[in-house]
């Protein structure tokens, strides 16, 4: 069984508050995304990373930075949360020919 | 116009109806198409692939009719555990691996 983990399933930050959101993969996929999701809008890739060290934008990649020093874990960093950043967010992985396999999700509050 | 576009719902049916669900997608080069399920407040989980020739998994059967770029998923004998959103996924043209997500339909099934 594939499994993705994110490192917190509820957050609580400050505004301007720099924010870390880890997600660990164990199936040795090349393929790493980050999705926020928010009601009524779905989900939408912030950024995604296809090897170590590789990463490209997504649909919404402004205020969001993202690190893959290691194939099994990509992290999403927001510089300074802003309260626009409340929302659930989701990690996946996947080869490249596999259907996406999501963590838990993190649900992130910025007061 | 969405890449995927789903009616949202909610789906209201007794339990042993059978209902369907359609999706279109705007890309007609997309190969790789799936039906997710969502429970409330949780991650995204892989329901089914869906295949050219059509595909059945149980209860659940998939439809892929490329020529007028529509996706359907068939529920017989619904079951209250079937209550969910369903979203409907494809792949992008130039990524075998980047997914775009509908929105999703809402499924209530009662008693």
């Known amino acids: 069984d594939v499994k993705v983990t994110q490192s917190s399933r509820y957050l609580v930050k400050r505004t301007g508050e720099k924010v870390f959101l880890e997600c660990v993969q164990d199936m040795d996929h090349e393929n790493m995304f980050w999705y926020r999701q928010d009601p009524g809008l779905g989900l939408r890739l912030i950024y995604f990373s296809y090897d170590v060290k590789m990463k490209e934008k997504g649909d919404i990649p402004e205020g969001y930075s993202v690190s893959r020093e290691k194939k099994e874990r990509f992290s999403l960093i927001l510089e300074s949360a802003s309260t626009n950043q409340t929302s659930m967010y989701l990690c996946?992985?996947?080869?490249?020919?596999?259907?996406?396999?999501f963590g838990p999700g993190t649900r992130l509050l910025v007061l | 116009r969405k890449e995927v576009e789903q009616d949202p719902g909610p789906f209201n049916v007794p339990e042993g109806a059978t209902v369907a669900f359609n999706c279109t997608y705007s890309?007609?080069?997309?190969?790789?198409f799936f039906w997710y399920r969502q429970d409330c407040r949780k991650e995204p989980k892989l329901l089914m692939s869906v295949y050219s020739s059509g595909n059945e998994d149980g209860r659940f059967t998939a439809q892929l009719n490329r020529a007028s770029q529509y996706i359907s998923l068939l529920i017989r004998d619904s079951k209250l555990s079937d209550s969910a959103t369903y979203l409907c996924?494809?792949?992008?043209?130039?990524?075998?691996?980047?997914?775009?997500f509908g929105s999703g339909t809402r499924l209530l099934v009662r008693p």
């Open positions: 996946a992985s996947s080869t490249t020919t596999s259907p996406q396999y």
């Open positions: 996924v494809v792949n992008i043209m130039d990524s075998s691996y980047k997914l775009i």
């Open positions: 890309n007609s080069a997309s190969q790789s």
